[in-house]
């Protein structure tokens, strides 16, 4: 990788355009790691909320009250099928973003990353549906997504 980032291929770079291709890389290994915390919060953590009693049914058929604690259940465990298929898409959506960065980096193009910025407002938009749940952990991938995508020529230069 350091060989395309620095110009493989006889192409050389000017430390202006290296700098621009490192921080777009920064952005995608950001979102990257951004994917993995929030794949860990949404299968992993306990939400706040939890059962301080339980009741069990005696050998005679009366019903006993015990105090206790019940651990909350994961985000996952409440709703395994939407989460499954909103981690994969945010997947899909950081890879769409290194491939468009990895495209623009070997043809050496300076141009705006059209297929990032349709997948940052992708992701923007996908943000704003789960707005009161997971959307505002979503925003900072579409916002690494929006670096990714601006021109070589910008930030940094």
């Known amino acids: 990788m350091n ?17 621009q291709i490192r921080l777009r890389a920064a952005a995608v290994a950001a979102s990257f790691g951004w994917h993995a915390l929030l794949a ?3 299968v992993l953590y306990h939400g706040g909320t939890e059962q301080t009693s339980s009741s069990s049914t005696s050998a005679d058929g009366s019903v006993l009250s015990t105090p206790g604690t019940v651990t909350a259940l994961t985000i996952y465990q409440v709703n395994p099928v939407p989460v499954t298929v909103i981690l994969l898409a945010l997947l899909a959506v950081c890879v769409v ?5 990895r495209y623009r980096v070997v043809r050496s193009s300076p141009k ?3 297929t990032a910025l349709v997948a940052a407002i992708l992701t923007g938009l996908l943000a704003l549906l789960g707005l ?9 991938l579409a ?6 995508a601006l ?3 910008r930030i940094g230069g």
Do not use: H, K
Not at 132 to 140: A, K, Q, R
Not at 143 to 148: G, S
């Open 112 to 114: 705006l990353g059209v």
């Open 3 to 19: 060989e395309l980032i620095a110009g493989g291929g006889g192409v050389a770079r000017s430390p202006s355009a290296l700098r």
């Open 132 to 140: 009161m749940s997971v959307g505002i952990g979503i925003l900072p």
């Open 143 to 148: 916002v690494c997504l929006t670096i990714v």
């Open 40 to 42: 860990i919060v949404l």
């Open 151 to 153: 021109p070589l020529d």
């Open 97 to 101: 973003g290194l491939f468009s960065l």
